[in-house]
């Protein structure tokens, strides 16, 4: 799997009224460029220049592919894991951008003072704490600096990580999304299959619509959480929340055994499929930007906000209403017979890249159609 993220806000403020003989432009910039490279193993490390080579015609390439999110009828980009998300749209967030607003709200001295017309997004924004601690401080680094001439702010993150599988995953072929379409897959067809098994865990089921499994790379700090479910929240948090209450419902059952073991194995029934995910999208936050607000006495708003997300998702690697949740049955006896566990990720499901010690995840997605899949070819 392949992230790569960069975000920019530019902002004007005014120390003063707001007058044509006093107003004080000052232009704020936050870039942030978070390339990912989560790949497979390798039986040998290519030489440096030869990897070089190959990341810039990798850059190259995906160039001529951007698109804008607005392009997009069936996909939004969203800045924080509170925003509402819109049923039957796919839903993406990175924590690019609110790595740019946390520079930019520690330069302007903190203290910011939202309106009631302020927009949702912008309130979710500056009110959001789920970035914080997503990553060590050794894995990224800022830099921000001021124009002392033209009062230019620039703030700068930017981190690469890799998280390699110790294996590909098998090509499963084509699968179909919401009974539609043809797309490629990847997954665990047999279980004589032991690497792909030893990459994945069952962290909780129910039945073949409700599920949850994590995918495992080669550093096991981080992980990679698919969640398949019959309702979803209105946020990526929601959704993220009601997953790990789920998942640590099912640790409870287990370790009381009331529940069959079966159900957090692998056994020779079952059989995982994932579809590929791949685009490279730069969005405009229209309902940020526009957005006026008071950091202490001092007025600003926020004249551009963006960010580019490329990602790549296949089988070489890649990132509370239900609060209360328990399993139905806490009688279930170890005697039960297993049933076949089909956990094929063919309609609606999420997915979130996280370090295990991490409260949230750096990376979210809710996949709701197939707008961004890569097609399958014979």
Sequence with gaps: MNLKTTAGLKLRFWRNKPTNTTIMKTKLIALLVLPWVLACNQASEPKKERELNKENKLVNEKKKSQVSADSLKQTIVVPTLDSKITDGKNAIYSAAFMFAWNETEKKMGGNVIIKQDNSADFKAMVHNNTYKNVLLPTEYATKVSVDGVSGEIVAIAEFTKKLPFSDWFHDIGSIRFNGKGSFESFGIISHYDEVGISQMKIRHYNNNDE????????????????????????????????????IKATERLVKSKK????????????????????????????????????????????????????????????????????????????????????????????????RKDAKYPYFGMMVNNSELLVPFNK
């Design 211 to 246: 599920f949850i499994i994590s995918l495992q790379p080669k550093d096991d700090d981080h992980e990679i959480l698919l969640i398949m479910d019959t309702k979803y929240g209105s946020t990526l948090k929601d959704i993220f929340t009601s997953a790990k209450a789920k």
């Design 259 to 354: 529940t069959a073991s079966w159900k957090t194995y692998f056994t020779k029934l079952d059989r995982m499929a994932i579809p590929a995910i791949e685009f490279f999208i730069k969005n405009r936050y229209h309902d940020i930007e526009g957005q006026d607000f008071k950091a202490g006495n001092t007025p600003h708003i926020i004249v551009e906000a963006w960010q580019s997300i490329d990602f790549k998702f296949d089988r070489k690697g890649a990132t509370l209403e239900d609060q209360g949740y328990m399993a139905s049955d806490s009688t279930v006896l170890e005697t039960e017979k297993p049933q076949p566990k089909f956990m094929v990720f063919n309609r609606p499901f999420a997915i979130f890249l996280k």
